[in-house]
Structure formats: structure tokens, C-alpha cells
């Protein structure tokens, strides 16, 4: 992760989860993203699920980031499916419960096994040597 932002990219999460910051503060991987959210607003209104686009919409929203310039990661196919319909590339990782199969019949854009890659798949991505 540390990789990653020193490349100068905008690292977020979206989550299913009501709210990630306390999970991901506690495990020391919040301090790595810039934007953290989840399924409840701050004004204790709800953002739709994934696969809904939702959340990744809004995100590259904070980021004025277009789809070209997005890549969603994750780990489910919920993540996959919500990476398509807000039309982003998404990479699947193969450290939950789903293959490197599942996730390339899914559509995702590319899958990895570890987070480890990530930078060099950015890089190979941006025409830059790694």
C-alpha cells in the first residue's frame, strides 16, 4: 500500500460493511486510504450495496476521478459485479473465497493473488517500467 501511495494514487475503500474505519483502524490498514465508506452515511442515512455502483460512483466523485483512471480491487463477486456496473476496471484477489477462474468468468479486468502485485500491475498499466 505504501507502494501505492507513493505513486500519488487515491486509495479508498467501499464497503458493505455499515462502517470499515473501525475494522480497518484496529487491523493499522486505515491509515493507508484517503476515504473510507461504508453502508451508513455520516447523516445515519444508507448508501445501496454492492453490487449497486453506488458507492465506487461516489468515490470517484471525492476524487474527480474518471472510470479510465479506476481500478476497484476486491475479494468477492459483489466486487466484480459492482466494479462493471460503475463501469471501472476490476481486479479480483484470490485471497477470500472465490478462484482466479471464478473471477475471470465474473469479468473482472485482471486477478491477482496478492496485494503485493498491485503496484507493478499499475505501473505495467501506466506504460512505466517496474
Do not use: C
Not at 71 to 77: A, E, F, N
Not at 78 to 98: E, K, Q
Amino acid at each position: 500500500m505504501t507502494a501505492l501511495q507513493a505513486m500519488g494514487l487515491h486509495l479508498a475503500v467501499a464497503s458493505n460493511r455499515e462502517d470499515p474505519r473501525p475494522t480497518m483502524e484496529q487491523s493499522g490498514t486505515a491509515r493507508y486510504f484517503k476515504r473510507l465508506i461504508g453502508a451508513r452515511r455520516p447523516d445515519g442515512g444508507r448508501r445501496p450495496f454492492k453490487p449497486a455502483p453506488d458507492m465506487l460512483l461516489e468515490l470517484m466523485g471525492d476524487f474527480s476521478a474518471t472510470a479510465s483512471e479506476t481500478l476497484y480491487v476486491g475479494d468477492s463477486d459483489l466486487d466484480i459485479r459492482s466494479a462493471l456496473a460503475a463501469g471501472v476496471r476490476g481486479v479480483g484477489i484470490t485471497r477470500g473465497n472465490f478462484t482466479r477462474e471464478q473471477f475471470e468468468t465474473l469479468g473482472a479486468w485482471r486477478v491477482i493473488d496478492s496485494l503485493m502485485e498491485l503496484p507493478d500491475l499499475v505501473r505495467a498499466e501506466n506504460g512505466e517500467a517496474s
